[in-house]
């Protein structure tokens, strides 16, 4: 009899022993778990574009704020005058793209002299592309809110949120790859929209790049290519659209966005 009970008690003891290692495994699991999606969640929230749990009123985009608008321009000089000073003398977008961009133009309206503006230029890559590819004729100038870009040909210092009146129903096109970095991206775009005639397109070239992940104080803006057409017919719903796209490199969710009146 006593060794049956001694048994027993031996049996329950290991039972208690197996509880005790399952729990302090369930415990090492449950901490484990938390660091990882902490971690997770932390270096992975640029992937959360859109919150499925809810409707319609949800932030799209990323925007740095500037409580002294002083600093903005400040900042924005500061980066590109380094370049300028450092002999930087080449562009995010490539002269490849800038002739795909002319020959959709030669294609819609003809051979024609086109009259453009390439807004964010920094060197004025896109805008000696622009002249060499578009027809003969055709004359496309570059704006910078840094005063020492004007040293590049065809380059005037402008902050581009702003349009000056004689711009405004006058151009063919305007292009941009500097979008993102605009304190007021809805103002920009919007002035920029109003300076094309009745056939005239903007052309917005974003991929990645120009996304959540990348925006700071000087890429103010970040918005993904996929939220982008439909965050524009939001702003411009009745006047602008989206009306095509130009793939560049789907593989980065690289376009150019052609943007229209609405007629």
Same mark, same amino acid.
Request: charge should be neutral; include cysteine.
């Given at each position: 009899?006593?060794?049956? %009970? ?6 329950? !003891? ?34 959360? &574009? ?8 949800? !932030? ?47 294609? !819609? =309206?003809?051979?024609?002299?086109? %009259? ?23 004359? &496309? ?9 004007? %040293? ?8 581009? =949120? ?20 605009? !304190?007021?991206? %809805? ?77």
């Amino acid at each position: 009899m006593a060794k049956a %009970k001694a048994d027993m008690r031996r049996i329950i !003891k290991q039972f208690e022993n197996i509880e005790l290692l399952l729990n302090k495994v369930l415990t090492l699991l449950s901490k484990s778990l938390a660091g990882f999606f902490m971690r997770f969640f932390s270096k992975s929230r640029h992937f959360f &574009v859109i919150d499925l749990g809810k409707g319609s009123d949800q !932030k799209l985009y990323s925007l740095h704020n500037y409580e002294n608008p002083s600093d903005y321009a400040k900042n924005q000089q500061v980066k590109t005058s380094k370049k300028i000073a450092d002999g930087y003398d080449k562009s995010w977008c490539t002269e490849e793209t800038i002739s795909l961009i002319s020959s959709y133009l030669v294609s !819609k =309206h003809g051979e024609q002299e086109f %009259k453009g503006i390439c807004h964010g230029t920094r060197v004025g890559k896109e805008v000696e592309w622009f002249n060499s590819h578009l027809p003969t004729g055709s004359y &496309v100038f570059g704006t910078d809110i840094e005063p020492s870009a004007t %040293k590049y040909s065809d380059t005037i210092e402008h902050d581009f =949120h702003e349009a000056k009146d004689e711009w405004l129903n006058s151009f063919d096109f305007i292009y941009s790859n500097s979008h993102d970095h605009a !304190k007021n991206p %809805k103002k920009a775009i919007g002035n920029w929209l109003r300076s094309l005639n009745d056939k005239g397109f903007l052309f917005l070239e974003h991929s990645r790049s120009h996304g959540k992940k990348f925006q700071d104080d000087a890429d103010c803006w970040g918005v993904e290519t996929e939220i982008l057409p439909f965050l524009l017919l939001q702003w411009f719903r009745g006047d602008f659209a989206v009306v095509d796209t130009i793939p560049v490199k789907e593989s980065n969710a690289h376009y150019i966005l052609v943007m229209g009146k609405i007629q």
